[in-house]
């Protein structure tokens, strides 16, 4: 019998049920003991504490806490010694003797906490670690004013590239872990929220390039309790299929069994922009066209009588407020627990006609029913709305059109009419009444259930979904160039996205004497659907009706839907003898819709092994209070393609003035994953009593099976064929260093963090090149890193002509497309953060400074502004361009021969720059007042600012850019992409 995803969705977790029940029988039959014990385990406060672990030394007979903190266990004798043991508590031992009631009080361990790691369904201890696991805490977190999670990742881990491809409100950021693993697909690592995997990506079908809006900024940072980044393939391949691009593990704040806290936090500041292009003023510029023309385009007394010099980036940029308000409640008793919150973000753009605001709601709840089950849920709920102007990538808007018109243009007619003379569309017009809004409702949550069967033995179940609405409205009026030509021009478009996820697993743990075994066993599903339409509309009656409905010529409309799911088996087991030699082992196994009938399964395995040098005997060395050998090795996959491509699929069309079909895609039954074999090694040092943390990694990761488009012969009917093609390494190291360099009433701490990563190209269809992507000419070649630029090198302006000089690199004596060659690499050498952070009695100040270090960038807004050809106003660089034969000078000449202006102009090593630089990210000094104040515990004042100084060579408005957005084969390009704005706030955090 084959059974289909949907039947084992029905099946599996009934077999779990069943198997539940039956080890739940088999727990309670147990052979009576001579001697009954109980008693009660408190803090020291006197709270009773519920599930605490009690265990017969040497055995594995034991018992857990209820509700109310009281046990009952069964001895065998008087000489028996128990073992009381519970997170965030030191363990203690007891021995009967002549007692039939011991009551035990647990002694707080703060850091104990801090020592386990949120991993992939579970946690594990830090020092037993075996992957590569990077963590950021509530410290990093907080008084951060970024709108996302992936925000406050920027320069808080080594070997996470967060790059922001720009200043949009709400916009996506990339994120990439160890490098960039594919071509075709995404290289966005896998978001795990709470154990459930999360939608993530770009859902708008209106292009804006790298102003993309993530799923992710749906979601609220306040909310983060931590994040763990799991980085090679033993951390990662728990999850298997899509793990390739790492795996970020977040877990969001819950409720404890205290009196119920009240926190409120806010901030409000404002935001500029901290950069400008220098651009020509009104007497620059006619000057220029003047000795462009070589005529007296603007005679001498309109020179002397200048009535309009419009500074447009003054125009278009603004002081734009930023603001958010949060309320949140939590505690409970030992039975219930609960945190909720509130949250309101609401950031106005620096560029016209931009903005987000988001709304956002959660509650998690836990509740121990008894002592052996545990339920609990999680809902977050979010509406956000999000208000985009065309930049990168367009030349119709705000941005763009701002820069480039010449300052002899006002901004208004004498009758408050936009004045739209110059040579596109007026930059103001755009920014105040171009509409294209965006609306975001989304639900994210998930119901859970902990059952221990036996002491060591727990089944646990979470069922998840993840329901995401997003519509947009665009509408462009008559007052617009662009909206005058269709006389008015709207679209509405639509999309439903729905991931329904349920895990369920079985974790066992057992200690013999010095060995230590926990072995975890499991089994889920994901169902995922889209479903998407849009129309467009033209030739509206009124520039006052900006709905569909009112459009009397509806353009094109569409709609569609597609359907995936994948079920998997997964497994790991856990080895340490002795808390000194560690074992970790761990596989899954996949099923995935998306990949054809012959490759649909894949099997994901790693293994890793740690050993902690400072636990052997010989290692007495007392400034070494950690020191640990890891290596891993594993498979990871990403099926990060879209459904049904490995299928005969078919289009629509007309054919004679009926409906007809036509196939559109070859079937590919051999189609199957990318997959990523990652080796991994390195150590972790503690010094002085882990004043001094350390931790370094090398790793190399060989990713194969590449999705890629191979072209096919025009016989065959289509163009192209998606297959299993093409092969990427990515070779790097990374290092971490925490540092506690003062402890006392004045304490000083460092966090640094670097990191280095090679990408090459192995192998290609038939070794062709991918070439000319992009308006930087990027280039996909075997032997090189992924979108390397490649174009005509620059060797100067030739002082006799004022033209430029290209390199002829075949030495045929002519400059054609045969010379072009490698003339920059968009991949830094290395990046980082270095986070101070200072303290003394009440004060706090925070320095963070994020790096790039050995990036190129195509400048393409160059293209454009030092063109020295056409109406565009230019960079006031132009006023040392040529003129005269002897002139030595980079700038060429002014021209209007149109083929030596078109090759002055042509892409080429002229317009790569230097985009490495040096960001102070975020500065936050904060004073806590003293508890002086009845049911106050906790009041504090900061100030906060966000990109303060900048420190580069680049000469546009942002280094940290990619016109493209989250595309793998065209990065470290701009074209007018969105700066990031300097941010000041000051916030307040209030508890009681």
Known sequence: MKLSLQSLSVVIP????LTLCFLSYSGF???????????????????????VNIVIKGTLNGTVTDVDGNYAIDVPSDSTVLEFSFLGFKNKSETVGTRRVINVTLESDIKSLSEFVVVGYGVEKRTLLTGAVAEIDQKQLKDLPVPSIDGVMQGQVAGVQVTQNSGTPGGAMSVRIRGISSIGGSSQPLYVIDGI???????????????????????????????????????????GARASNGVVVITTKRGAAEKTKINFSSYYGMQQAWNTVDMLDAREWMQYRNDLTGTQVFSPEQMNNIKVDTDWQDEIFRTAPIANYELSASGGTEKTRFFMSGNLFDQEGILLGTDYRRVNGRLNLDHTINDKLTIGTSIGLTYSKTDRVESDQSLHGVLPNGISTPAIYPVY?????????????????????????????????????????????????KWGIDFLNYREHSYESTILVQGAKYNGLGFETYSNILNLVSNNFLTYTKKIDKHNIEVLGGYSFEQYQTASSSIRGQDFADQSLEYISSASTIVSASASASFSGIRSFFGRANYNFDNKYLLSVSGRLDGSSRFGENNRNGFFPAVS??????????????????????????????????????????????????????????????????????????????????????SADYYDKQTKDLLLSRPLPPSSGFSSITQNVGEVENKGIELAITTQNYVGDFTWSTRLNLSGNRNKVLKLYNGEPIDD?????????????????????????????????????????VITAADRTKVGNPHPDFIGGITNTFGYKGFDLSIFFQFSYGNDVFNGNRLFLESLQGGDNQVADIERRWRQPGDITDIPRATTDPIAAASNKRVSSRFIEDGSYMRLKNLTFGYTFQNDWKNIENLRIYFSGQNLLTFTEYSGLDPEVNYRGDDNAVIGTDFFTYPQARTFILGLNLSF
């Open 14 to 17: 009934k077999i779990l049920f």
């Open 29 to 51: 039959s147990q052979t009576a003991q001579n001697l009954n014990i109980t008693g009660k385990v408190t803090d020291k406060q006197g709270v009773t504490i519920p599930g």
């Open 197 to 239: 995997p999360v939608t993530t990506g770009d859902f708008s079908q209106l292009s804006f390039s790298g102003q993309g809006v993530n799923a992710l900024s749906d979601l609220n940072p306040n909310d983060i309790e931590s994040i763990t980044v799991l980085k090679d393939a033993a951390a990662a391949s728990i999850y």
């Open 413 to 461: 007619n004498p009758d408050g009419t936009y004045n739209q003379d110059g040579p596109y569309s007026n930059a103001v017009s755009i920014g105040n009444e171009y509409i294209s809004e965006s609306y975001s409702y989304r639900a994210v949550g998930n119901v859970y259930g902990d059952y221990k069967i036996l002491p060591n033995l727990k089944f646990s179940t």
């Open 609 to 694: 092994a740690g050993w902690r040098i400072n636990e052997e005997d010989f290692m007495d060395v007392a400034v070494i209070s950690e020191l640990k050998l890891r290596a891993s090795y594993g498979l990871t996959g990403n099926d990060d393609i879209p459904a049904f491509l490995f299928a005969e699929l078919y289009g629509n069309t007309s054919y004679g003035g009926l409906p007809a079909i036509y196939p559109s895609n070859i079937p590919n039954p051999d189609l199957k994953w990318e997959s990523t074999a990652q080796f991994n090694i390195g150590f972790d040092l503690g010094l002085f009593e882990d004043r001094v943390v350390l």
């Open 773 to 813: 992507l992009g308006r930087g000419s990027s280039r996909i070649e075997e032997g090189e890193p992924i979108g390397i630029f490649y174009s005509y090198n620059s060797l100067g302006v030739d002082p006799s002509t004022g033209d430029i000089v290209f390199e002829d690199t075949n030495f045929d004596g």
